[in-house]
């Protein structure tokens, strides 16, 4: 058997906060932060802060952004998170000072172990060091660190780190040239 779903467990602080609270924040996400209007990043940053996110000075979150945990999420000073991005933070997602995650991109802290039948859900943390850029439309796995002042081209998929101050792209992502000479 390759998996077996019925036996599929979730531990009660896997989730780190209690299943009402995951609850209140889904239905404020939704209602509150969702339908705020473009220009209010402060009223986004100060729901994100009421429910434990750590939220900088000068970040700009789009309200179509998606937090699935936000006491999991670090957000650095002047930041950006753009329309339709996917924050999958299960672990934590620590996104630098000045760091931009463009929109449409997923970053995906959590997987499932596909070796074990009951298909147990295993995450690790995701870190967009300060200066990255990740563009439109990428994929960004568990565990990965983006190095400081990293490009990530358009519709990347990145499955391992990437250094610091590189273009990178791809599917899988790789380093092709420095961003800087």
């Known amino acids: 058997m390759y998996q077996k779903l019925s036996d599929f467990k979730l531990s009660k602080s896997q989730r780190g906060r209690s299943g009402l609270q995951v ?3 889904w239905l404020v996400q939704s209602i509150l932060f969702g339908c705020s209007p473009q220009f209010m990043y ?3 940053r100060f729901l994100l802060r009421s429910f434990g996110a750590e939220i900088g000075k000068g970040v700009i979150i789009r309200p179509s952004a998606r937090i699935t945990y936000p006491w ?4 650095g000073d002047y930041a950006w998170v753009g329309d339709d991005v996917v924050l999958y933070n299960w672990s934590k997602i620590n ?6 995650v463009s929109q449409r991109s997923y970053l995906c802290t959590a997987t499932h172990d596909y070796l074990d039948p009951t298909f147990p859900l295993t995450s690790q943390a995701i870190d967009v060091e300060e200066e990255a850029w990740i563009a439109t439309d990428c994929f960004i796995a568990p565990g990965v660190t983006i190095g400081k002042g990293a490009v990530i081209g358009a519709r990347s998929s990145v499955f391992s780190n990437m ?3 590189m273009i990178c792209f791809g599917n899988p992502a790789k380093p092709i040239k420095k961003r800087l000479d």
């Open 23 to 25: 609850q209140i924040w």
């Open 163 to 165: 250094p610091e101050g």
């Open 42 to 44: 402060g009223w986004r």
């Open 72 to 75: 999991n999420l670090i957000v």
């Open 95 to 100: 996104v630098g000072p000045n760091a931009v």
